[in-house]
């Protein structure tokens, strides 16, 4: 593809920060926008914690723990155990360092800054090499609905239950009155091309896809490859497959390309899917098979020049 | 004085911190109700702070650091050294274990609980072995008004700036329209001794005397003895000496009687003051002269004994 081509990346937590590593090392930060799932979004401890957003502006700042797989580097946790030494619930573990994050967010949010200008504000303090959306400025939750009636905040679900209870369906609460945040119909509408992350296609790209106008503005771009977050029937980490199961779509890449045939061109997937590279093609998506595993940056970044050839 | 006989202090900081740890020390603590400063109560990063309530309550319960004299023992700074990281103004120090009460007590009053009962519920689940009231359950601010035209928080004054600022003035912003708290005159009216602990009369005990009903409230205990933070025109810590002369009193032991002539019956000053037992007594103050410096517990306990003796 040509210099300088904007690139846009839809993003969730912990797959989407580890490609964009690799995305980061193959072009230059100045050319990518990433478009941040908000929709597990929380408050905790009166404090607005946006996971996915700071999964990615930590990974790329260089400042997270890569072998914990979530947080900071260098971390503590004393306030965490002073509020379960008051009684506070502290199943969502947030370690010292990462609550100034908060903190300072939720101060301006009071403020009355958007989130989007928060998420920019915090990008350039710690240094982050890509411009980061939120998805909205609005609230938007995702929600499990369990097979035995609990409505489960998608934290709870995926943190505090360990993604255990059986799932009936996934709401996107707020998804109707929401719309995509300040840029982001704007920088899809610019790029040369869309990248889905290997993301939970529910869980984490759903909420970004569901906003009114994204899921066409992704539709209408010029190139636009998804990476498949399923290897062999199954996810690295998270419920994506339960939850694939749930929506009634096959939980394999076969699935994946049915969830996003009516948007993306191409879809990359891993060699152990290779077989099932026929039945991706036979719902309109251009198979691109590859090795997807992102065991280093190395890996990583190999994986996301693939990613930029296949949507060429 | 008789056994069971309830005792009521008015405190501020360290200084009331320390006298309380000696009073602990000569007479059960369920005796004992402390009504709290909360002029100098503050939001840092968003979060409510009540520093001489925590300080009282960390010193009681065993958990305040006696050494440096303010916070918790065994104390960390992770997330102020994130909030700096991040640009955050960091003048007002939060350690780590600290900033845990702080996010529990913020969430409780967001969610609607009055000072009074985050206050309890703090000392409940922290152990705290005597019952503190804060002065009230609305906002009270102590500010400074300097003579260079200045508008400053008393915590600004005093942390920020060091006290270095010539005090025009000192104004209890919100006083008028604030009442005590849950069981402040009713505590007072059933104290067989009210105490006023060696603390600044006009940045610690004055907002809580200012307030409606407890200045004649404490002139109408049966008993009531305070004790001088002043020694030889000096105060220990703080800007005690400067807000007496701006106030217009001598900034000695005479100073303080006159300052609580209307509502107390003894004054339990220094040695180093004993030439000044006449001026107090000229001013209707009976001065009892004893060694007040709190230099350890033992100091603190023997100085508690004498000041119920005294107001018996």
Redesign the interface.
Known sequence: MEEGAPIVVLAGGVGAARFLRGLVAAVPGTEITVIGNTGDDLEV???HVSPDLDTVTYTLAGLADLERGWGLAGE?W??????G????DTWFQL???????H??R??QL?RGRPLSAATAA?AE??GLPVRLLPMTDQPVTTRVHTVDGRDLHIQEFFVRERCRPAIAHVEYQGIEAAGPGPGVLAALAAAAVVVLAPSNPIMSLGPILALPGVRAAVAAARRTVAISPIIAGKALKGPATAMMAAAGVAPTVVGIAQLYRDCVQALVLDEADAALSGAVASQGVRPVVTDTLMVDLAAATRLARVALEAAA
Chains 1, 2 share one sequence.
């Open positions: 401890h009166g404090l503590s004393a306030v965490l155990g002073g509020l030494r008051l009684g506070a370690g010292d360092r990462d609550l100034a994050t903190l300072w939720t101060e009071r915090l303090r710690l």
